[in-house]
């Protein structure tokens, strides 16, 4: 749907080039591509990893390039840079409000990270982003209410309830005026919430106003630089009324796919494709989607993580994983002791072939639990 305009389409034969050193994928990313218009991000990104070792990696194509903005995407987001913070049930992350303290030029970062969400957005790349339900509103630009507020600040969400009901003397009582403390890094800054709201005491008769006034800081206005350089950024792959056809919900369902319903096995199958060996009726590819059926989702989802990356579907189902998802023999001198191992890039699944649904499942089930064998390609 969102390349489905005529405008929205690159051209087809157009590329660009980065070239990212695994230990600083964000800052090679920023430093490479900032400068780069939207349209040009529209056409196909040809990737080269430089190793922790410092050496290019092998590879090329759309798989490389789905795992550099997968990856790429999963540092932006993180607590690593300091532009986003979780939420304190770590469902969500949302803008570090006190961002300007800890990085340079934030607002050129935000809009680069607006990109990135654009880019995976535009490609159908499922990226596993939870933003927290607040901050997904700010980039539809939906207003935020009361509600919203648990989101961020559960704590302050109960306080503004109870004094929203409060029977007592609200002023005497509780000695609350029109001012919000930030915690900045340690340093307390006092603000007003309205022109002069430290000299305006809470009564009973200007409660709501200040409860609005506080949610309303809280919920937009410490993030509204945050969020105006992202969707400047996202707006330039993809035109921001489009958006406004979803809902926060369907929002997130789109950048991360669904958690609510289970993978579909008999899809996945049905568009996988085999190598080095294997085919559709070979012993240990009988076994292997025997074991994936008889596991749970939660075991379903880490096995698609962990050769893709995402541990979701496709919004449209496996036929629009690209790469498809490949089960690959590979054949060790060793035997069949060696683990199974995952090439992310290729959505690749390497795998010995083991004779016996036992072993299959056991070597297997380590693999995705433990993280073991994980590879590039």
């Not at 997968?70 to 987001?77: P, Y």
């Not at 929002?251 to 319903?261: A, E, P, V, Y």
């Not at 035997?335 to 036992?358: E, H, I, N, S, V």
Request: aromatic residues 10%; contains cysteine; proline residues 5%.
């Amino acid at each position: 749907l969102l390349r489905s305009r005529p405008e929205a389409l690159a051209d087809p034969m157009a590329w660009v080039g980065v070239r990212v050193r695994r230990a600083h994928l964000f800052e090679d990313a920023f430093g490479d591509l900032n400068a780069t218009p939207g349209h040009a991000l529209k056409g196909r990104l040809r990737v080269e990893f430089i190793s922790l070792q410092g050496y290019p990696e092998a590879g090329f194509g759309e798989g490389v390039a789905k795992e550099f903005l997968t990856s790429v995407c999963r540092e932006a987001f993180s607590e690593l840079y300091g532009l986003f913070l979780p939420t304190a049930d770590k469902s969500g992350v949302y803008p570090n409000p006190a961002v300007t303290r800890a990085v340079e030029d934030p607002a050129s970062k935000y809009r680069f990270v607006g990109k990135l969400l654009g880019k995976a957005l535009y490609e159908g790349i499922l990226v596993d982003i939870p933003l927290a339900r607040f901050f997904r509103n700010l980039l539809l630009a939906v207003p935020n209410t009361l509600s919203d507020l648990s989101s961020l600040d559960a704590e302050l969400h109960k306080n503004l309830l109870a004094l929203k009901h409060y029977s007592g003397n609200v002023q005497e009582d509780l000695g609350l005026n029109f001012t919000v403390v930030d915690d900045i890094y340690g340093e307390y800054m006092v603000r007003n919430l309205v022109h002069g709201g430290s000299e305006i005491p809470v009564t009973e008769a200007n409660r709501m106003q200040y409860i609005r006034a506080m949610s309303h800081y809280r919920l937009t206005l410490q993030f509204r630089d945050h969020v105006a350089a992202m969707r400047e950024g996202l707006g330039e792959l993809i035109p921001l009324q489009w958006l406004q056809m979803f809902d926060q919900q369907e929002f997130q369902t789109l950048i991360s796919g669904d958690d609510r319903r289970g993978i579909d096995v008999d899809d996945w199958e049905a568009h996988t494709v085999y190598g080095g060996g294997f085919r559709k009726g070979h012993r240990t590819v009988q076994l292997f989607w025997e074991v994936v059926r008889s596991w749970t989702a939660e075991q379903q989802r880490k096995l698609l993580c962990f050769t893709t990356s995402v541990n979701k579907a496709p919004l449209m189902g496996f036929k629009y994983l690209h790469p498809p998802f490949n089960l690959h023999m590979y054949v060790s001198p060793d035997g069949t002791d060696r683990l199974p191992t995952a090439a992310t890039c290729m959505c690749q699944l390497k795998l010995p072939p083991y004779t016996d649904r036992a072993t299959l499942e056991g070597k297997l089930a380590y693999a995705i639990e433990a993280d073991q064998g994980f590879e590039l390609s």
